[in-house]
């Protein structure tokens, strides 16, 4: 089946669109990760001050209490870097499509 002119316009909308939405959910990954990665340290600090006994147990134990806190700094760090990669496929899908148009235009299609 042969594409378009119209056949890549609509898809170049569609994923230009999906572009506008990625600052935002880009920003909205980026401070949930900090947030909980913020709070994941918080969590080991406390339970590290809360312990006694040698550093490295005090250590130890501080991780092994913080492990909720810490799985979902790990997760949201995760999706942070989920989103980028998901920017990064349409801006090269979007210069792919741009680069069909201009051999549709081009060949008169």
């Given amino acids: 089946m042969t594409r378009t002119p119209d056949d ?9 669109a999906g572009l ?17 990665e913020l709070a994941a340290q ?7 001050f809360a312990n006694e006994g ?3 147990a005090r250590k130890a134990a501080a ?5 909720e806190e810490l799985s979902a700094a790990i997760v ?3 999706e942070h ?9 349409l801006e090269l899908e979007q210069t792919s499509l741009q680069t ?10």
């Fill in 76 to 78: 949201a760090r995760a």
């Fill in 63 to 67: 991780r092994l209490a913080a492990e």
């Fill in 20 to 36: 506008a939405q990625g600052s935002d959910r880009l920003y909205a990954a980026e401070v949930n990760a900090e947030t909980l």
């Fill in 54 to 56: 040698s550093v490295d």
């Fill in 8 to 16: 890549v316009l609509v898809d170049l909308r569609t994923v230009r």
């Fill in 81 to 89: 870097n989920r989103v980028k990669a998901r920017i990064k496929a």
């Fill in 42 to 48: 918080k969590a080991e600090d406390l339970a590290f």
């Fill in 100 to 109: 069909e148009m201009k051999y549709l235009v081009g060949e008169g299609a």
